[in-house]
């Protein structure tokens, strides 16, 4: 399976393509704000041929999301996420607003278009590749990670960090439900496990879990 990462919007939030030799991709968080960055990742997906299977949302923080009607638009692709945040649809187009200075949201500040829901122990297929969904909430009440055993990784959005955890002072947060979250659905996969994160760069679990300073041993 190959992983390319883009790091898009003031946020630098990490949107992830997975791809394999099918020609058969998802993309997670597609979080593509500005006209540039927008294009950059139009053209990865069109230039390399991909047939775009999902758009797997981690959670439904605005910062995470400005790209998804785009590659719905372009690809049809489905959205999917964790029905627990989707109260936070409500205020998004005004967040964008606020925090991103887009007129009336602008066009990728629109309120993104849901398709799927997700619940904890569904599979998403897309290739040869099978992607295992585990509801953690905590940094929001939808937040789930994605679980790819066979290649060794997963994808924790903001509940995880390179040496962090997600803020919990957000609507729905709860610091408890997170550490809860990290014990229970992270810390029991092998240590050799990848986490590529939705900001910053990737981790492990065996690192997390012995130097974590939140949550570590």
């Known amino acids: 399976m190959n992983i390319k990462i883009f790091a898009f919007n003031p946020l630098e939030v990490n949107t992830y393509v997975l791809s394999d030799e099918t020609g058969e991709c998802i993309v997670i968080d597609p979080a593509s704000l500005y006209a540039g960055e927008r294009e950059q990742l139009l053209s990865y997906l069109q230039d390399s041929g991909f047939k775009v299977r999902h758009l797997l949302l981690t959670h439904l923080h605005f910062d995470h999301v400005p ?47 849901i398709s799927g829901r997700l619940s904890d122990g569904d599979t998403v297929t897309f290739g040869n590749q099978s992607i295992k969904v585990l509801h953690t909430p905590g940094h929001s009440p939808g937040s789930v990670i994605y679980y790819n055993e066979a290649e060794g990784c997963l994808f924790s959005g903001d509940l995880l960090f390179r040496s962090g955890v997600g803020r919990t002072d957000l609507p729905g947060g709860s610091f408890g439900d997170l550490t809860d979250s990290l014990k229970s659905k992270i810390f029991t996969l092998p240590d050799a496990t990848v986490v590529y994160p939705g900001h910053g760069p990737a981790t492990t679990v065996g690192f997390e879990k012995r130097n974590n300073p939140f949550v570590g041993r």
Not at 85 to 93: E, K, N, R
């Open 67 to 113: 790209g998804v009607n785009l590659l719905v638009s372009r690809f049809g692709a489905p959205a999917w996420c964790h029905p627990d945040d989707l109260f936070l649809l409500d205020s998004m187009a005004g967040q964008m607003q606020a925090f991103f200075g887009l007129p009336d949201g602008g066009e990728a500040g629109h309120t993104p278009e």
